[in-house]
């Protein structure tokens, strides 16, 4: 995209046997992994055609219905809002996912189709098997992810985070990839964060034609962001919390992303604690606020053990460190003052 010129890192030569995933985390920038998946037999069909690639994924369908979004043509596959940002520009429903497949394939040869898409779906409920011969073994790396599928035609995931690590491998079409590390998000404008497209707050800005009297800021993003177009069977690593921009440039796009957390399961979503703060600390006075930023970052966000390291052990509690059971502890104490 305009503006964009760093290239994403690629590295050549890996399968999915040798995945290098703790180089990744430890570099914590994204990395192209081209060809890791080429030897997936939904990306062979898919490099024979499009239509061998739907009747594959059709195989192992269960006939369960799944999470689809379908827009007029005019919004040119970017799911996004309405003007004002109260609703979105498309509509969300459930629907069998043979048939969203059919109606892809009808508007195949159209300049401008309706926007079909199934996002984020677990391929366990509704393709069973499908990961038999179509899959990265996480669990060698000793983590299990969450496997999910998206397929549509070309579909523009508006600029986003997602709180987990993401490997996302490209089966049938291309992509492209435009990601910001996580400082750029006050050069990102994010939007509500509620309704939104997918989950995630998401960039206002049109990534294909920015307004920069609107978005000044967005300069900078622009120059610390970096891009990565993606071939059918390459994957791209992205860390926890880097924004994405995903523009699907093919009529037909499938791709299987896996998300995971190197966090312990009874560690909760952040995304708790931001609405929190929201509601007890951003609306204090200024002195109080710049107060309540260094009490978080002597507890919170600085060394973990900084704050109970001069106590006896005995004395910490939830200053030690945090296992399941004092997660339950704590979780039984935030309840309770909630609910009073």
Request: aromatic share 10%; charged share 20%.
């Amino acid at each position: 995209m305009t503006g964009v010129t760093k290239r994403t890192r690629e590295l050549e030569g890996y399968t999915v046997e040798t995945l290098p995933l703790p180089e990744l985390l430890a570099g914590d920038e994204p990395v192209v992994l081209k060809g890791l998946v080429s030897q997936w037999p939904l990306v062979q069909a898919g490099l024979r055609s499009r239509h061998e690639a739907m009747n594959y994924l059709r195989s192992f369908y269960n006939g369960k219905t799944v999470g689809t979004s379908r827009g007029d043509p005019h919004i040119k596959g970017r799911l996004f809002y309405n003007a004002d940002y109260t609703q979105l520009n498309f509509l969300s429903q459930r629907a069998p996912l043979d048939h969203v497949l059919m109606d892809i394939e009808k508007h195949i040869e159209d300049d401008r189709p309706p926007t079909n898409y199934i996002g984020s779906t677990t391929i366990d409920a509704c393709l069973p098997g499908f990961r038999r011969d179509n899959d990265v073994p996480f669990a060698s790396h000793g983590f299990e992810p969450l496997a999910s599928i998206w397929i549509g035609n070309r579909t523009i995931a508006s600029c986003h985070y997602d709180a987990p690590n993401n490997l996302a491998c490209v089966a049938v079409g291309q992509r492209r990839f435009t990601m910001f590390p996580p400082e750029q998000i006050v050069n990102l404008y994010p939007g509500p964060l509620e309704p939104t497209p997918g989950g995630q707050a998401v960039s206002l800005v049109d990534f294909s034609n920015p307004d920069f009297e609107r978005f000044p800021r967005f300069r900078e993003a622009l120059a610390a962001g970096q891009v990565a177009e993606v071939e059918p069977g390459d994957a791209v690593f992205i860390p926890s919390l880097w924004w994405h921009h995903v523009e699907a440039l093919s009529p037909f796009n499938t791709l299987i992303n896996y998300w995971w957390s190197t966090s312990p399961k009874f560690i909760p979503s952040p995304m708790n604690a931001l609405y929190h703060a929201l509601w007890t600390l951003r609306d204090r006075p200024e002195r109080e606020k710049r107060a309540w930023k260094e009490i978080f970052e002597y507890y919170v966000f600085g060394p973990a053990d900084r704050a109970g390291e001069h106590l006896p052990e005995q004395a910490r509690g939830a200053l030690g460190p945090i296992d399941d059971s004092s997660a339950r502890r704590i979780r039984a104490m935030l309840l309770n003052n909630l609910n009073r």
